[in-house]
C-alpha cells in the first residue's frame, strides 16, 4: 500500500550523474505484476526495528535535487532480513513514475521511522482476525499474513482482497500460495497451519470464481456462507482496514454495523483503520 504523503525537506543534491541519496538503501529484486503493478525489495537498516502492518517514507530525488518521499506499507514481516514494498505504477505520478523504472543495485532513499496503525497492539484479543483490503491496500497484510504472532493471537485469519481484475490478484495469491510450505510457520505450528488462513479474493470487473466488493459480500452474508464462518460479531472478530480513502470509509461503516469499534494504539478495540490518505497521483 502506498500513501499520498509529500516530504521534500533536504538541501539539493551536488550536480553529479549519480547523486549520493541519503538514507539510501539497495534494491535486491524486483518484480512487475501487470501494467499497473509491481513490487521490490531492499536491503534493510541494521537499525531498523518495526511491527509489522507498519509503514516507512521511501523515495527518490526529484527533478529539483530533493527527496520525494512517500509512504509505503512495508509488505515484508518483521523478522526479514530484507524489505519488500508492493506499488501501484503512474504514469505520471512524481514519484512511481521513476520508480517503477529501478532495477537490481539501484538505491532508493529509505527513512527508517516506522509508523502506522495496522498492528496487532491496537486490537483487543478474539478468536477471528480479518485483513480487509482493495489494491496494493495488501501490503500491511502481507507482512502481517507471514509474522506468527498473528497466529498465536488469533485462531483464524481471514485475507479478504478485490481489485478490478484477476491478473492484480496474482501478488496476494501467490504469497498466500507459498505460505503453505514457508518454513518459520510450519516449524512453530505444524504443517496444517496454513488451514487457520482463509482467503477470499474477489473481483469488480473481470469475471472470476469470486466476483463482488468487499462491503457488498459482507453485507450480504456471501463471505461468511462461503468460508463456513459465523456473521461478524465484536465478541469474536477483529478487523483491519487498508484501501482507497473511499473504501476504508465504507468498510468502517459496515464494521461498525456489525457492532464492532475503532480502535487505536492507545486504545486497542475490534477493528483500525490506515489513517493517512491514499492517493493515486503517487
Request: charge should be negative; proline fraction near 7%.
Amino acid at each position: 500500500m502506498t500513501l499520498d504523503i509529500a516530504v521534500n525537506d533536504a538541501a539539493p543534491a551536488p550536480n553529479r550523474e549519480k547523486p549520493h541519496l541519503p538514507d539510501a538503501q539497495t534494491v535486491t529484486s524486483v518484480q512487475h505484476w501487470t501494467d499497473r503493478l509491481f513490487s521490490f525489495r531492499v536491503t534493510r537498516p541494521a537499525s531498523l526495528r518495526f511491527r509489522s502492518g507498519e509503514f516507512v517514507m521511501i523515495g527518490l530525488l526529484g527533478d529539483n535535487g530533493k527527496p520525494l518521499l512517500r509512504a509505503y506499507s512495508i509488505a515484508s514481516p518483521n523478522w526479514d532480513e530484507e524489505l519488500e514494498f508492493y506499488s501501484i505504477k503512474v504514469p505520471d505520478g512524481p514519484l512511481t513514475s521513476k520508480l517503477q523504472h529501478i532495477q537490481v543495485g539501484d538505491e532508493i532513499i529509505l527513512r527508517p521511522k516506522p509508523v502506522g496503525t495496522l498492528v496487532l497492539d491496537a486490537l483487543l484479543p478474539g478468536k477471528r482476525l480479518w485483513f480487509l483490503a482493495t489494491g496494493t491496500g495488501i501490503a500491511p497484510f502481507a507482512s502481517l499474513m507471514r509474522d506468527p504472532e498473528s497466529y498465536e493471537r488469533f485462531e483464524q485469519v481471514v485475507m479478504m482482497h478485490t481489485c478490478r481484475t484477476a491478473d492484480e490478484l496474482n501478488y496476494g495469491r501467490e504469497l498466500v500460495e507459498n505460505l503453505k510450505s514457508d518454513p518459520l510457520l510450519t516449524e512453530i505450528y505444524g504443517e496444517n497451519f496454513h488451514k487457520r488462513l482463509l482467503y477470499y479474493p474477489t473481483t469488480t470487473r473481470e469475471d472470476s470464481p469470486l466476483m463482488g466488493r468487499i462491503t457488498d459480500n459482507m453485507t450480504s452474508g456471501k463471505v461468511f456462507s462461503d468460508l463456513g464462518l459465523p456473521a461478524m460479531n465484536p465478541e469474536e472478530d477483529r478487523a483491519m482496514i487498508c484501501g482507497s480513502l473511499a473504501f476504508n470509509v465504507d468498510v468502517k461503516a459496515v464494521l461498525e454495523g456489525f457492532g464492532l469499534r475503532e480502535g487505536a494504539n492507545s486504545e486497542p478495540k475490534e477493528f483500525v483503520v490506515e489513517k493517512a490518505f491514499v492517493g493515486d497521483g503517487i
